[in-house]
C-alpha cells in the first residue's frame, strides 16, 4: 500500500474547479501542498471517472502526493489510482476491500461515534469524519457535527480521521485541537484565483499547529 498523509486533503469538484479544470486545480494544490486529492464527480459516468482517474494519476505521477476514487469501485480499480473513498450507504466496506485488495488504500465516510466504533481496521485505512459544517458542496449530508462533535467521533475511531464539510483557513487550529489527522477541503482550493497559493497558505497552517 503507498504510504498516505492525511493532513491537506483535496475533494475535487467539477463545478467549482470550472476557473481552473479539475487536472490543472490539482496540479497547482499539490504543488502548494496538498497532500491527497480526491475525485468526486457524482454526474459523470464510470468510463468518464476512469479516463478522469488516470489523466490525474499521469499529472501526478511525480508527486508523493495520494489519488483516491470517489464511491466508483469499478472505476478506482480501472483506472490504477491509489484509493477508493465510499460513504456509508456505498457499497459495504467487506465487499470494498475484497474487490480492490489489499494494496489499495479504503476511506470510508463516518458521522456518528457509533459508525465510527464500527469501523474495522483490518479493512479500513482511514475515515472520513463530517460534514463539521453545512456544505452546498454536497448538499445531502448528515446533521453537521461542530468540532465537539467531531472530536468525540475521532476519539471512536480505531484508524486515522480526515475532518470534512465547510473548512476553511480559519478552521485549521480547531480541527488539529480536535485530534484530526488531517483536513479535507473543497471551495477553500478549488474555484479560487490562485489553488497553488490557497494550498500553499493552508499547509503552513497546518504545520504550524501540528
Same mark, same amino acid.
Given at each position: 500500500?503507498?504510504?498516505?498523509?492525511?493532513?491537506?486533503?483535496?475533494?475535487?469538484?467539477?463545478?467549482?474547479?470550472?476557473?481552473?479544470?479539475?487536472?490543472?486545480?490539482?496540479?497547482?494544490?499539490?504543488?502548494?501542498?496538498?497532500?491527497? *486529492?480526491?475525485?468526486?464527480?457524482?454526474?459523470?459516468?464510470?468510463?468518464?471517472?476512469?479516463?478522469?482517474?488516470?489523466?490525474?494519476?499521469?499529472?501526478?505521477?511525480?508527486?508523493?502526493?495520494?489519488?483516491?476514487?470517489?464511491?466508483?469501485?469499478?472505476?478506482?480499480? $480501472?483506472?490504477?489510482?491509489?484509493?477508493?473513498?465510499?460513504?456509508?450507504?456505498?457499497?459495504?466496506?467487506?465487499?470494498?476491500?475484497?474487490?480492490?485488495?489489499? $494494496?489499495?488504500?479504503?476511506?470510508?465516510?463516518?458521522?456518528?461515534?457509533?459508525?465510527?466504533?464500527?469501523?474495522?481496521?483490518?479493512?479500513?485505512?482511514?475515515?472520513?469524519?463530517?460534514?463539521?459544517?453545512?456544505?452546498?458542496?454536497?448538499?445531502?449530508?448528515?446533521?453537521?457535527?461542530?468540532?465537539? /462533535?467531531?472530536?468525540?467521533?475521532?476519539?471512536?475511531?480505531? *484508524?486515522?480521521?480526515?475532518?470534512?464539510?465547510?473548512?476553511?483557513? $480559519?478552521? *485549521?487550529?480547531?480541527?488539529?485541537?480536535?485530534?484530526?489527522?488531517?483536513?479535507?477541503?473543497?471551495?477553500?482550493?478549488? /474555484?479560487?484565483?490562485?489553488?497553488?497559493?490557497?494550498?500553499?497558505?493552508?499547509? $503552513?497552517?497546518?504545520?504550524?499547529?501540528?
Amino acid at each position: 500500500m503507498k504510504p498516505f498523509d492525511l493532513s491537506l486533503y483535496l475533494v475535487l469538484d467539477p463545478d467549482l474547479c470550472q476557473r481552473h479544470d479539475m487536472l490543472e486545480t490539482a496540479r497547482q494544490a499539490v504543488a502548494g501542498g496538498a497532500t491527497m *486529492v480526491q475525485l468526486r464527480h457524482k454526474l459523470a459516468s464510470t468510463d468518464e471517472r476512469i479516463a478522469l482517474g488516470r489523466a490525474l494519476m499521469e499529472s501526478l505521477r511525480d508527486t508523493p502526493a495520494v489519488v483516491i476514487m470517489n464511491d466508483d469501485v469499478t472505476a478506482a480499480i $480501472e483506472s490504477g489510482v491509489d484509493g477508493l473513498h465510499i460513504g456509508q450507504g456505498d457499497i459495504s466496506p467487506s465487499l470494498a476491500r475484497a474487490r480492490i485488495g489489499a $494494496e489499495m488504500i479504503l476511506g470510508l465516510s463516518v458521522n456518528t461515534e457509533g459508525a465510527a466504533r464500527l469501523v474495522d481496521p483490518a479493512v479500513i485505512d482511514y475515515v472520513g469524519v463530517g460534514p463539521v459544517f453545512a456544505t452546498p458542496t454536497k448538499p445531502d449530508h448528515e446533521k453537521p457535527l461542530g468540532f465537539d /462533535g467531531l472530536a468525540k467521533v475521532i476519539a471512536a475511531s480505531p *484508524v486515522p480521521a480526515v475532518a470534512i464539510g465547510g473548512l476553511k483557513h $480559519e478552521h *485549521v487550529q480547531r480541527v488539529f485541537a480536535a485530534d484530526a489527522d488531517g483536513m479535507a477541503v473543497v471551495s477553500a482550493i478549488c /474555484g479560487t484565483p490562485d489553488p497553488r497559493l490557497a494550498a500553499h497558505e493552508l499547509s $503552513e497552517r497546518i504545520r504550524a499547529v501540528r
